[in-house]
T-cell receptor
């Protein structure tokens, strides 16, 4: 079956670093995405990992370990505008399909 | 401006009254998809289309229909809506066939079925 787990909520302070973890179980794994979603808005793309390792993009980095079924999103120098939900999503090619499976999201609150 | 549009943005309807939510993209994307988002359940894929005339079920297809007659349009049809289909719906598209590419999401349609 398919299962994606991420913490429901996290809090952090402006200027700090926060790591949001995502673990997954899927038989047809072929890449992992992170999306950001502000309240009442559509998700927007942050990062994509298909190979093991770290992808860095400005203040945001994403890491993948396929053998462990594990990813994290690292946010540095937190700003108030980073308060949002962060969605982990896995591309699943099992049973001859091509689907995107989302976790339930992690709501991050950044305090001054 | 490159975008995904959905209409209507808000809809309140009654059980059993057929409705269609339109989705259109102007980026010549091959892959299009519909999701519903519910509190505590996250985004769940309803249907997706890898190209014109090619559609497939996502994780929660029951009670929904789609069609892909043209590359740019991917309407979502609820033949007989029920209250458990009350949700926030997002259409998304990506450049290449398959889910490997970045998904661009529409603004969402908030549907209430009474």
């Amino acid at each position: 079956g398919q299962n994606i787990d991420q913490p429901t909520e996290m809090t952090a302070t402006e200027g700090a670093i926060v790591q949001i973890n995502c673990t997954y179980q899927t038989s047809g794994f072929n890449g992992l995405f992170w999306y950001q979603q502000h309240a009442g808005e559509a998700p927007t793309f942050l990062s994509y990992n298909v190979l093991d390792g770290l992808e860095e993009k400005g203040r945001f980095s994403s890491f993948l370990s396929r053998s462990k079924g594990y990813s994290y999103l690292l946010l540095k120098e937190l700003q108030m505008k980073d308060s949002a939900s962060y969605l982990c999503a896995v591309r699943d090619l099992s049973y001859n399909t091509d689907k995107l499976i989302f976790g339930t999201g992690t709501r991050l609150q950044v305090f001054p | 401006e490159a975008q995904v549009t959905q209409n209507p943005r808000y809809l309140i309807t009654v059980t059993g009254k057929k409705l269609t939510v339109t989705c259109s993209q102007n980026m010549n994307h091959e892959y299009m998809s519909w999701y519903r988002q519910d509190p505590g359940l996250g985004l769940r894929q309803i249907y997706y289309s890898m190209n014109v005339e090619v559609t497939d079920k996502g994780d929660v297809p029951e009670g929904y229909k789609v069609s892909r007659k043209e590359k740019r349009n991917f309407p979502l049809i609820l033949e007989s809506p029920s209250p458990n289909q009350t949700s926030l719906y997002f259409c998304a598209s990506s450049l290449r066939s398959g889910a490997a590419d970045t998904q661009y999401f529409g603004p969402g349609t908030r549907l209430t079925v009474l």
